[in-house]
């Protein structure tokens, strides 16, 4: 997917999350370990729910934020979106799977918080810095989750 303006970044970035979440169902049915299977349901519920959450920026966000051109986004450095799949996550154990998910959420925020930076107009800077502070609080509630699973 090209991505010419800020509208097009949010539903290339609603649909890693779709992406990452039907990948990582299919991973969960296949999974030997019952607590990776978990692990992977748990975390592709709750992509599945970032999905529709990121989807809601591209229908409540300024109009003038999401047609601006985002110039910077070939500045930084691109997400790794091939590791979503072609990285099968039934190969991965518990761990494994977390440091694949954590850092892909990493490159995420990461991205955010270059392109909040570097905004022009406080439209588009206001966006990014709410879909930042998005993935930084799912972020957070996923690692709470996975660290009670950790736990049992």
């Known amino acids: 997917m ?12 609603r649909t890693l999350h779709s992406h990452l979440a039907r990948c990582l169902a299919e991973s969960a049915t296949e999974h030997e370990e019952i607590r990776a299977r978990s692990l992977l349901d748990y975390l592709a519920t709750h992509e599945g729910e970032l999905e529709k959450t990121v989807e809601g ?8 934020a999401l047609k601006t051109y985002v110039y ?5 450095k691109p997400i790794q979106t091939h590791r979503t799949c072609d990285h099968p996550y039934t190969k991965l154990d518990f ?4 440091r ?9 925020t990461s991205l955010y918080q270059y392109l909040a930076d570097e905004a022009e107009i406080p439209e588009t800077q206001e966006l ?10 799912e972020a957070m509630r996923m690692a709470r989750e996975v660290g009670r699973m950790q736990d049992v």
């Open 2 to 13: 090209e991505i010419k303006t800020y509208a097009d970044l949010i539903d290339w970035t």
């Open 57 to 64: 920026f591209e229908s409540e966000a300024d109009q003038r």
């Open 72 to 76: 910077d986004l070939l500045s930084h």
């Open 95 to 98: 761990d494994g799977i977390c």
């Open 100 to 108: 694949e998910i954590f850092d892909f959420h990493d490159q995420v």
């Open 128 to 137: 990014m810095e709410n879909l930042l502070n998005l993935e930084r609080h």
